[in-house]
């Protein structure tokens, strides 16, 4: 099992030389999905060597322009490729009109077909579920109604120590139920203890997205205990009264977050192009959580590393 974000965009509104605006790449359990699609992202997908085909769903966070204008682009470059898969594109009410204006203006038909699921302004639940993930979204507090998303690792089964077991002449039949954690009793009133044949599965990982939004102590509630959590820190407190007029964050105030929120680790970004590089936001955010960094493009970050 696998899972890994690539950053795709780590820059704010303004594009720069170094930085796009945001997009995320996630890879988990086989799944494979993009969370927001600035201008640029399908360039980046090719750039970083990633199979556009392979994304299924896709999450945008809200509708400002530097979270969704790479979308009908992107399913466009799909639809040249080939693509006969359906979509899914969970995101704001408004979503469905903008992705049909820009086909309809265009006299553009898709191969396939695109599912839009619009979300309700302030809601929070289940986008998705199967038996080895979960993917949720839960309100953020920016200028227009925004979304954060959670992925979540389901426990997995036991791991059997299959060469004791067959050293042991342990029946092959009984290795389902051992690693679902039941004791077997042989043909022969024997106790096969699954603790003896089987060892913990890896502790299931969390990644929580959270872009754009303002500091905002609500969402400790859905992010608390997540492995990674990625928060947006547009600027530094130097600009505390920008970050305020504009419902952006600051390092320190998403390094706070973390800290409330006894993440794992904290991943900034959304970069306001006023700055160079996000060294100064790390300074800040470190002094309150240890475990921050900003990240870049290209940046791959692996959960079960």
């Known amino acids: 099992m696998s899972f890994s974000i690539t950053i795709l965009g780590s820059g704010s509104a303004v594009p720069t030389s170094s930085r796009n605006p945001t997009s995320q790449f996630i890879e988990c359990n086989g799944r494979h999905f993009l969370i927001d699609c600035g201008e640029g992202t399908q360039m980046q997908i090719r750039k970083f ?14 509708l400002h322009g530097d979270h969704y204008f790479g979308l009908v682009g992107l399913l466009s470059t799909m ?4 693509r006969t898969k359906e979509i899914d594109v969970f995101g704001p009410k408004g979503l469905k009109e903008i992705v049909d204006v820009q086909l309809h203006a265009a006299e553009s038909r898709l191969s396939f077909l695109v599912n839009v699921i ?7 639940g289940i986008l998705f579920e199967d038996n080895k993930l979960k993917i949720t979204h839960f309100p953020l507090s920016h200028k227009i109604p925004t ?32 690693k679902k954690c039941e004791d077997v009793v042989d043909e022969n009133g024997k106790t096969i203890a699954y603790l003896k044949y089987t060892s913990s599965p890896p502790k299931p990982k969390s990644y929580a997205f ?32 920008r970050a305020k007029a504009t419902r952006h964050s600051t390092a320190s105030q998403a390094a706070t977050i973390a800290l409330k929120a006894n ?18 936001h790390e300074l800040e955010a470190i002094l309150i959580f240890e ?15």
């Open 49 to 62: 060597g990633i199979s556009l085909q392979k994304i299924n769903r896709i999450f945008i966070s809200h």
């Open 79 to 82: 639809h040249m490729m080939g």
């Open 118 to 124: 619009e979300l309700k302004p302030g809601s929070d």
């Open 147 to 178: 979304s954060g998303f959670i992925i979540q690792q389901k426990k997995r089964e036991r791991t059997l120590m299959i060469d004791k077991a067959k050293a042991d002449k342990v029946k092959v039949e009984y290795f389902h139920r051992l």
């Open 210 to 241: 959270c872009s754009d939004t303002r500091y905002h102590e609500p969402i400790i509630e859905f992010i608390k205990n997540v492995d990674v959590l990625y928060h947006e820190a547009t600027f530094t407190e130097m600009l505390l009264d």
């Open 263 to 280: 993440v794992g680790e904290l991943l900034m970004g959304h970069l306001s192009a006023r700055y160079d590089d996000g060294v100064q």
């Open 291 to 305: 475990k921050s960094r900003f990240v870049n493009d290209g940046d791959i970050i692996n959960l079960e590393a």
